[in-house]
């Protein structure tokens, strides 16, 4: 804020002016020792008036309407603007301003509005850089008279500099704590003692849904809903467990977070007591992350290891069964049976071995591809004619002591006969038989009912498989094609995979510069459609 002068210089000032006002009263009347008298009284006065306008540090000046200065203080020459003694007559806009430039526009801005004010008897005030000084100036602009107020003038200029630059330095810590807060991965709550939500960084937003403006001032039981993962009680509030241990706290078990649109987030939290200078609590920082991705790579980890024991067991029963049977059964006309169940266990471990190494190869992106051009139709007729066989041996499997009923048929347009793709058939068919097959396997027993279409369109070829099966969550949609990863719970009784076929089908399908599509209804189906580059006539 710009000072005025104080209030000792303001009666000094009033002072003067009431002695030369008596002055020139006793000049016409009075004998000549009282107007000596009262001369030296004038004098010292004004002495004393100049001594201590001299050591305010504001820039003091009196001026008359043309700008010039009448009067300045020693602030002149601590600002090294000019001589006390010599700088009666110049003009202030000039001296502040010895250049042209934008700073000196917004000064001569202001003395214009100023001079308005004073001409109505008021003052002004304004503030500015100023560049030739290279400081921040407050002014301040008072008539000094009722009766004339645009001569003198008096204007007090302060130099606000560092007070300017301790609020922007303050301003900017301010804003890099907010940006760094907004910016961080994590979320970060502060409260008052009382669980008052103070700061609410935008992480805090995204997993609690409610947006910063509105969680501000609400106490945080109502925004931050948090759980025991397993035992779904209500976990104990953090600004009360910091409270009361006075310390930093976490949470060792698994905590859930549920957002205000019931959304569920595996978190990672804790909090420490924040205090102030002298020691005292003040509230509490809350941070926490977000590890749901990390927990279901945890989970797909054991189900991974669930599964994969479970595959490699099955076949290894039956080799050691069957080899015992060997063994101890003298009944050779069987041996061509049990050799033959043997081999067939053997393949199956021999299957999954390769499809592990698959896995392996593609996340490591060595797997070779041998493309060839070759025409489309052909090539899925054979491949499509087999489905129904494919189907049948995979049901055989499943079901060997009685195959169950399915339906599969398949639509091939003529119009694909001049069409040609640039494939590797065998990939191409591993990744049709994958998606046949596990349209098979999760559908239900009584409906196995699978529909392959294949169209061209806006000059792609789609191969749709459609099965009436149990369908997808939506919320499992974008993890369905990670590695290892399985929606359902396992079942013991029949090998179902391990969570790697739709892996190897979309790289396959984008070695190919292709793309896969899924669509699914839980209880209705599921529709994956393969989209391919068709080669074109050059
Ligand atoms: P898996 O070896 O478990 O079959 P996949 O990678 O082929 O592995 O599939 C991943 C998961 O996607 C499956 O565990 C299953 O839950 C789901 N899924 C795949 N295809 C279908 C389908 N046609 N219908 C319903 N769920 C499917």
Same mark, same amino acid.
């Given at each position: 804020?710009?000072?005025?002068?104080?209030?000792?210089?303001?009666?000094?000032?009033?002072?003067?002016?009431?002695?030369?006002?008596?002055?020139?009263?006793?000049?016409?009347?009075?004998?000549?020792?009282?107007?000596?008298?009262?001369?030296?009284?004038?004098? *010292?006065?004004?002495?004393?008036?100049?001594? !201590?306008?001299?050591?305010?540090?504001?820039?003091?000046?009196?001026?008359?309407?043309? $700008?010039?200065?009448?009067?300045?203080?020693? !602030?002149?020459?601590?600002?090294?603007?000019?001589?006390?003694?010599?700088?009666?007559?110049?003009?202030?806009?000039?001296?502040?301003?010895?250049?042209?430039?934008?700073?000196?526009?917004?000064?001569?801005?202001?003395?214009?509005?100023?001079?308005?004010?004073?001409?109505?008897?008021?003052?002004?005030?304004?503030?500015?850089?100023?560049?030739?000084?290279?400081?921040?100036?407050?002014?301040?602009?008072?008539?000094?008279?009722?009766?004339?107020?645009?001569?003198?003038?008096?204007?007090?200029?302060?130099?606000?500099?560092?007070?300017?630059?301790?609020?922007?330095?303050?301003?900017?810590?301010?804003?890099?704590?907010?940006?760094?807060?907004?910016?961080?991965?994590?979320?970060?709550?502060?409260?008052?003692?009382? $669980?008052?939500?103070? @700061?609410?960084?935008?992480?805090?937003?995204?997993?609690?849904?409610?947006?910063?403006?509105?969680? @501000?001032?609400?106490?945080?039981?109502?925004?931050?809903?948090?759980?025991?993962?397993?035992?779904?009680?209500?976990?104990?509030?953090?600004?009360?467990?910091?409270?009361?241990?006075?310390?930093?706290?976490?949470?060792?078990?698994?905590?859930?977070?549920?957002?205000?649109?019931?959304?569920?987030?595996?978190?990672?939290?804790?909090?420490?007591?924040?205090?102030?200078?002298?020691?005292?609590?003040?509230?509490?920082?809350?941070?926490?992350?977000? %590890?749901?991705?990390?927990?279901?790579?945890?989970?797909?980890?054991?189900?991974?290891?669930?599964?994969?024991?479970?595959?490699?067991?099955?076949?290894?029963?039956?080799?050691?069964?069957?080899?015992?049977?060997?063994? =101890?059964?003298?009944?050779?006309?069987? =041996?061509?049976?049990?050799?033959?169940?043997?081999?067939?266990?053997?393949?199956?471990?021999? *299957?999954?071995?390769?499809?592990?190494?698959?896995?392996?190869?593609?996340?490591?992106?060595?797997?070779?591809?041998?493309?060839?051009?070759?025409?489309?139709?052909?090539? @899925?007729?054979?491949?499509?004619?087999?489905?129904?066989?494919?189907?049948?041996?995979?049901?055989?499997?499943?079901?060997?002591?009685?195959?169950?009923?399915? *339906? =599969?048929?398949?639509?091939?347009?003529?119009?694909?006969?001049?069409?040609?793709?640039?494939?590797?058939?065998?990939?191409?068919?591993?990744?049709?038989?994958?998606?046949?097959? *596990?349209?098979?396997?999760?559908?239900?027993?009584?409906?196995?009912?699978?529909?392959?279409?294949?169209? @061209?369109?806006?000059?792609?070829?789609?191969?749709?498989?459609?099965?009436?099966?149990?369908?997808?969550?939506?919320?499992?949609?974008?993890?369905?094609?990670?590695?290892? =990863?399985?929606?359902?719970?396992?079942?013991?009784?029949?090998?179902?995979?391990?969570?790697?076929?739709? !892996?190897?089908?979309?790289?396959?399908?984008?070695?190919?510069?292709?793309?896969?599509?899924?669509?699914?209804?839980?209880?209705?189906?599921?529709?994956? !459609?393969?989209?391919?580059? %068709?080669?074109?006539?050059?």
């Amino acid at each position: 804020m710009p000072e005025v002068p104080s209030p000792s210089t303001t009666e000094l000032r009033a002072q003067i002016e009431r002695l030369e006002r008596e002055n020139q009263q006793l000049r016409q009347h009075a004998p000549p020792e009282a107007v000596a008298h009262l001369l030296e009284k004038v004098e *010292n006065a004004k002495r004393e008036w100049e001594v !201590t306008v001299d050591v305010l540090s504001e820039l003091i000046c009196l001026i008359n309407s043309d $700008g010039e200065i009448q009067r300045a203080n020693r !602030t002149v020459e601590r600002w090294q603007l000019g001589q006390v003694m010599t700088i009666k007559g110049q003009n202030l806009l000039e001296l502040l301003h010895p250049e042209p430039d934008a700073s000196k526009a917004a000064f001569e801005a202001f003395w214009k509005k100023g001079w308005q004010r004073l001409a109505k008897g008021q003052s002004a005030r304004g503030e500015y850089f100023n560049t030739a000084l290279q400081r921040h100036l407050s002014i301040h602009l008072l008539p000094l008279t009722k009766e004339n107020p645009l001569e003198p003038v008096a204007i007090v200029i302060k130099d606000v500099t560092e007070q300017r630059r301790a609020e922007e330095a303050l301003a900017s810590e301010r804003e890099m704590l907010d940006v760094t807060l907004h910016s961080i991965g994590d979320g970060v709550i502060t409260t008052d003692v009382d $669980g008052r939500i103070a @700061l609410f960084n935008q992480i805090a937003e995204k997993l609690t849904g409610w947006k910063e403006y509105e969680a @501000l001032g609400r106490s945080l039981n109502e925004v931050f809903l948090i759980y025991d993962e397993d035992t779904r009680e209500p976990c104990e509030n953090p600004v009360q467990k910091t409270l009361k241990a006075n310390t930093a706290i976490s949470y060792p078990n698994h905590v859930i977070l549920v957002s205000r649109d019931q959304k569920e987030y595996g978190i990672l939290l804790s909090g420490s007591p924040l205090h102030n200078t002298k020691g005292e609590m003040m509230g509490v920082v809350i941070t926490f992350q977000d %590890v749901t991705e990390m927990r279901r790579l945890e989970r797909s980890k054991f189900s991974f290891l669930n599964s994969i024991s479970h595959e490699l067991r099955t076949p290894l029963t039956s080799i050691l069964g069957f080899s015992d049977l060997l063994l =101890y059964n003298a009944n050779p006309e069987d =041996y061509q049976e049990y050799v033959n169940q043997i081999r067939k266990s053997a393949e199956r471990q021999s *299957n999954l071995v390769e499809a592990l190494l698959t896995i392996v190869k593609l996340e490591s992106d060595a797997e070779e591809y041998q493309l060839e051009t070759v025409d489309a139709y052909p090539l @899925l007729e054979e491949i499509l004619v087999y489905g129904s066989e494919f189907i049948e041996i995979m049901l055989h499997e499943r079901h060997p002591n009685r195959i169950p009923s399915f *339906n =599969y048929h398949y639509t091939l347009p003529e119009e694909l006969r001049p069409i040609k793709i640039r494939v590797d058939e065998n990939r191409i068919q591993k990744v049709i038989e994958n998606l046949l097959s *596990n349209a098979v396997k999760y559908s239900s027993i009584e409906n196995i009912s699978i529909h392959v279409e294949v169209r @061209l369109q806006d000059g792609y070829l789609e191969i749709h498989i459609q099965d009436q099966g149990r369908g997808i969550p939506p919320e499992e949609m974008e993890h369905i094609f990670k590695p290892f =990863y399985q929606v359902r719970e396992r079942r013991y009784d029949v090998s179902d995979g391990i969570g790697c076929g739709l !892996t190897m089908v979309n790289r396959h399908v984008r070695a190919h510069g292709g793309h896969i599509r899924v669509e699914s209804t839980v209880g209705e189906g599921s529709h994956f !459609t393969i989209i391919l580059p %068709v080669k074109s006539e050059s």
